[in-house]
């Protein structure tokens, strides 16, 4: 009877030594205008303690709720800026980084380049994730139609499916425990902007002519 105890308090303990923290996966990003790109973010923390990762692999897309027009979409090649970040959680220990691949690959699911599909794993041993925040990916967006609204609720979204996955340091799946998407913010001048910009450009060109060709009035 007393090993039987024994035997189940022991089990209990193993339990929960190996339990693992849960992951929050979140999602940020800058605005886009039809002169500069924007750039999404994406990060993991846990939501207590730490927990050792090997690798992971990451789905994105963006998606346009009620206009299937293409409009924002990824930039291709990628520029994996996420590399020399220090806050990068496989900085200075990427497997992709050491051998000179790319993150991912770009590709159209409901229009051309509106999903990304990548990950990453350690070249020296696990990382370690903790409660604050750390780097995944660093990716650029861009206007693909000039004709593009202001505001437009273009949303960048994780694919929670088998493109995400996380590999603790025992390569077993971590846990998911929370997932916060986000929307692009989409800066298009007003063509009330445009027209009081235009015209004031306009008046000075007028001036500067016209100082030019009286000029050398006065010299005389």
């Known amino acids: 009877?007393?090993?039987?105890?024994?035997?189940?308090?022991?089990?209990?303990?193993?339990?929960?030594?190996?339990?693992?923290?849960?992951?929050?996966?979140?999602?940020t990003s800058t605005p886009v205008s039809l002169t500069s790109n924007g750039q999404v973010a994406v990060y993991a923390q846990t939501d207590s303690g730490t927990l050792n990762l090997a690798a992971f692999s990451l789905g994105l897309q963006i998606t346009a709720p009620g206009n299937p027009s293409p409009q924002v979409a990824f930039v291709t090649p990628l520029t994996d800026a996420q590399y020399s970040d220090p806050n990068y959680v496989f900085a200075?220990?990427?497997?992709?980084?050491?051998?000179?691949?790319?993150?991912?690959?770009?590709?159209g699911t409901n229009y051309a380049n509106d999903t990304y599909i990548g990950g990453d794993g350690f070249a020296i041993a696990p990382a370690t994730i903790g409660t604050?925040?750390?780097?995944?990916?660093?990716?650029?967006?861009?206007i693909t139609n000039p004709s593009i609204r202001q505001?437009?609720?273009?949303?960048?979204?994780?694919?929670?499916?088998?493109?995400?996955?996380?590999?603790?340091?025992d390569f077993v799946d971590a846990t998911i425990s929370a997932?916060?998407?986000?929307s692009i913010a989409v800066?298009?001048?007003e063509p009330a902007t445009v027209f009081v910009v235009g015209s004031a450009l306009g008046v000075s060109l007028w001036r500067r002519r016209r100082c030019g060709a009286i000029s050398p009035a006065f010299g005389k």
């Open 132 to 142: 604050t925040p750390q780097l995944l990916l660093l990716i650029d967006v861009a």
């Open 151 to 169: 505001n437009e609720p273009f949303a960048i979204s994780i694919l929670q499916d088998g493109s995400t996955q996380f590999l603790n340091g």
């Open 92 to 107: 200075g220990n990427s497997i992709n980084e050491a051998f000179g691949f790319e993150s991912g690959v770009v590709f």
């Open 187 to 189: 800066v298009i001048p």
């Open 1 to 27: 009877m007393f090993l039987r105890f024994l035997a189940s308090v022991l089990a209990l303990t193993i339990a929960a030594s190996t339990s693992q923290a849960g992951l929050i996966l979140s999602v």
């Open 179 to 182: 997932v916060n998407n986000a």
